[in-house]
């Protein structure tokens, strides 16, 4: 696996996890009959809140990123985007689980939405998430928190 690392989003990532977000989404958005070039880089615009956002970084530039937004008593997983040269590496396997462990530990269960028929859906499923709901366009899932396992 290649080396990455995390590091908070700032307000400037903006563009490039827009950017980001309309190349991993194109395939899926356009076998659902919802792509739209410019409604897809604005919907993350207006959903952008670098406070609850990290950017995957490889070799030292942007790959990908991931945002943990607080919503009651639960976390949705939001904006998972990986570039597609580095996804299939276990980078994000990796930061997803790095996510769920701090998850577990808080205690609360993590919330996210899938496009309908996106590969994602099985990288979810191997990790726990199972299926709350779905539409026509999205599979929404969740994930209860799992017990610590203490070694010794």
Same mark, same amino acid.
């Given at each position: ?6 590091? %908070? #989003? ?11 977000? #309309? /190349?991993?989404? @194109?395939?899926? /958005? ?12 604005? @919907? ?5 809140? %670098? ?53 577990? @530990?808080?205690?609360? %269960? ?11 859906? @099985? ?21 209860? %928190? ?7």
């Amino acid at each position: 696996m290649t080396d990455w690392d995390l590091r %908070p #989003a700032a307000a400037t990532d903006v563009e490039a996890v827009a950017e980001l977000r #309309a /190349l991993v989404l @194109r395939d899926d /958005l356009e076998r659902l009959g919802r792509y739209d070039p410019h409604r897809v880089r604005q @919907r993350l615009r207006d959903a952008f809140v %670098p406070e609850h956002t990290w950017v995957v970084d490889v070799d030292g530039a942007f790959a990908g990123c991931v945002a943990l937004r607080p919503a009651g008593d639960a976390r949705w997983l939001e904006h998972f985007y990986l570039a597609p040269r580095l996804q299939g590496g276990g980078i994000g396997t990796a930061v997803l689980r790095a996510l769920l462990d701090q998850c577990d @530990r808080d205690g609360v %269960p993590v919330r996210l939405n899938v496009l309908r028929g996106s590969a994602a859906r @099985r990288l979810y499923e191997r990790h726990g998430f199972t299926v709350g709901s779905e539409d026509a366009v999205d599979v929404f899932m969740v994930r209860e %928190p799992r017990a610590a396992v203490c070694g010794g």
